[in-house]
C-alpha cells in the first residue's frame, strides 16, 4: 500500500500503518492521520485531470491525426515553452561553463590534463542529459503509428528519437497512470502517462499536456480496444 502524509508529501512506511485502528502515522512530521481518508484522497487524484471529448477532426493544439490509406498516425508535441525560459539559460551556464572550464582550456591551451578529463567525465553526462531534456522541451513529440496489424510509439525530435513497435492485438487496454517524482525533501510531483497493456507494457507521453495526452489516448481507445 503507497499511501503519502498529507502534510509533508512524504510516503508512509507500511509499518507505521495499521488498517485495523484505521491510522497512518508519519515519521517525516510526526502526524497521524485518518488513513481511509488518504486512500480516499490517493484514489481521487489519478482522476483529477478532466476528460475531454475526443473530435479526431479537430485535435487540440499541439496534437494531431492523420490517415493516409491504410497507415494512421496520431500524436501531440511535447513542447513546454515555460519550462523551455528556464532550460535554455541554466543548460547554457552548466554546460558552456563547465565543458569550457574542464575540456576547454585543454583544447586552447594544447595540453592534456588526465585528472581534469576524468573529473570532468559527470559534468560531460549532466550536460549531455540537460541538452537533450532542454531540445525534448523545446521540440520533442510523441507519435503513434499504426498500420494494419502493427503499430509503433516513437518519442523523439524530428526523425531522432526513441522507438518501440507492437502489435495491435495485443492491446488489451488503454489507460493513464499516476506518474509520481519526488525530490530529496519526499515532497511529490504528480503527472500521468498513458499505457498501453497487453502482451507487453509501454509507458509515453508523461511530458505532454493534459489536453494532448486526452486526445492521444482516447483516439488510441478507440483505435485498439473493443
Known amino acids: 500500500m503507497q499511501v503519502n502524509c498529507p502534510t509533508c508529501s512524504a510516503l508512509i512506511e507500511d509499518e507505521d500503518i495499521n488498517v485495523k485502528t484505521d491510522v497512518a502515522f508519519c515519521r517525516e512530521c510526526d502526524s497521524g492521520h485518518v488513513l481511509s481518508e488518504l486512500i480516499h484522497e490517493e484514489a481521487a487524484a489519478i482522476d483529477d485531470e478532466p476528460e475531454i471529448e475526443i473530435d479526431i477532426h479537430n485535435p487540440p493544439a499541439g496534437a494531431w491525426f492523420e490517415q493516409v490509406g491504410s497507415e494512421i498516425q496520431v500524436g501531440a508535441t511535447c513542447r513546454v ?6 532550460l535554455v539559460p541554466f543548460t547554457a ?3 558552456g561553463g563547465s565543458m569550457m572550464g574542464l575540456y576547454g582550456t585543454q583544447i586552447t591551451d594544447g595540453e592534456f590534463d588526465l585528472f581534469r578529463t576524468l573529473f570532468g567525465i559527470p559534468f560531460l553526462v ?3 542529459f540537460l541538452i537533450s531534456m532542454t531540445l525534448f522541451v523545446l521540440f520533442g513529440k ?3 503509428t499504426i498500420r494494419d496489424r502493427e503499430g509503433e510509439v516513437f518519442t523523439g525530435i ?3 528519437g526513441w522507438r518501440r513497435p507492437f502489435h ?3 492491446v488489451k487496454v488503454v489507460r493513464k497512470e499516476q506518474v509520481a517524482t ?3 525533501r519526499g515532497r511529490r510531483t504528480i503527472h500521468y502517462a498513458i499505457i498501453l497493456d497487453g502482451a507487453k507494457r509501454l509507458k509515453f507521453a508523461s511530458m505532454m499536456s493534459s489536453k494532448r495526452r486526452a486526445f492521444v489516448m482516447g483516439v488510441l481507445r478507440t483505435l485498439l480496444t473493443k
Open 126 to 128: 549532466g550536460s549531455v
Open 142 to 144: 510523441v507519435n503513434v
Open 81 to 86: 515553452p515555460v519550462l523551455g525560459v528556464f
Open 158 to 160: 524530428g526523425p531522432i
Open 182 to 184: 519526488s525530490n530529496s
Open 168 to 170: 495491435t492485438d495485443d
Open 93 to 95: 551556464v552548466w554546460a
